[in-house]
């Protein structure tokens, strides 16, 4: 990976990543590299990259790094997440870390991971309402006081059942240790071409979480009779209100996330040490 020119997204709600984010500014100076440094707060602020940008360095967690996925969906530009807490699922580095990332990249031996992402449109009376694109899941749930919804699922042509719950989950492989994970599905590996559709909360014990291939079209419809009003949330940062009637359409998007990996820790560790899997028993 050659680095001419370099932008730095900070999420400015945290204290030390504007400061980092110089740090870095000044570090790439030394080697000759032109780095714009962008302060953010809000998951809708609108920053115009250049496609000559060469990285995209995102300074602060996941919901971050989600944020800069739907900034270069378009550009293959590859996106370097350094996490100012503990390490993340989907931020790997570290604070202190960032420096060795990119001698590994000076002297090309950057690893870097094809993540999957998803593509969400809604389509009312047959035109298309709305479209999304998100890393980690698309949810549709009820907009208000947790109530339980109906929707029918279909999996490509073929219809699936419906679905009485909270709500459910449409998640990629990246987002299986997200939302997903928490209402109870399975973790996937992050390189896999894969959808995982969980149900949240299912009124019925035999509706479980099931694994797909990238290559299949989920669609949601939104049947009449529902007591509450329905909401589509993508990576916990885009919402759009529903109404009966609607059809909520998933599909993989022509184009994968670039994450340049950690050179300190893989993604078996990351999930070891967040699930605290140790390896013996306790009784």
Not at 166 to 189: C, E, F, M, N, R
Not at 220 to 234: A, C, F, I, K, Y
Not at 264 to 270: D, G, Q, S
Request: glycine share 10%; with cysteine; net charge negative.
């Amino acid at each position: 990976m050659e680095l001419k020119n370099v932008v730095v997204i900070a999420n400015g709600s945290k204290p030390e990543a504007e400061s980092i984010a110089e740090e870095i500014r000044n570090y790439l100076a030394l080697h000759g590299i032109l780095t714009d440094v962008y302060v953010t707060k809000d998951s809708d602020d609108d920053i115009q990259l250049s496609i000559k940008s060469d990285l995209v360095v995102s300074v602060g967690g996941d919901g971050t790094v989600l944020y800069c996925a739907r900034l270069v969906q378009n550009l293959g530009i590859p996106i370097l997440a350094v996490n100012l807490g503990t390490f993340g699922y989907i931020t790997e580095i570290g604070r202190g870390e960032w420096q060795s990332v990119f001698e590994d990249i000076f002297g090309d031996r950057e690893r870097l991971s094809r993540r999957l992402m998803l593509r969400v449109s809604v389509m009312r009376k047959g035109v298309k309402v709305y479209q999304a694109t998100g890393l980690n899941e698309a949810v549709v749930s009820s907009a208000g006081i947790s109530k339980v919804v109906k929707l029918d699922l279909s999996i490509n042509s073929t219809v699936a059942g419906r679905f009485k719950s909270d709500g459910l989950i449409i998640a990629t492989p990246t987002g299986s240790t997200g939302y997903s994970l928490a209402a109870g599905g399975p973790i996937v590996d992050c390189e896999m071409s894969a959808f995982i559709i969980t149900p949240i909360c299912p009124f019925t014990l035999s509706n479980r979480p099931l694994v797909l291939g990238g290559s299949e079209v989920i669609t949601m419809n939104v049947p009449e009779g529902q007591r509450t009003d329905l909401m589509l949330t993508v990576d916990g940062q885009q919402t759009f209100d529903l109404m009966e009637g609607d059809d909520v359409i998933v599909e993989k998007s022509r184009s994968r996330i670039l994450l340049v990996s950690s050179n300190v820790r893989n993604y078996t560790e990351v999930i070891r040490a967040k699930l605290n899997w140790t390896g013996e028993l306790h009784a």
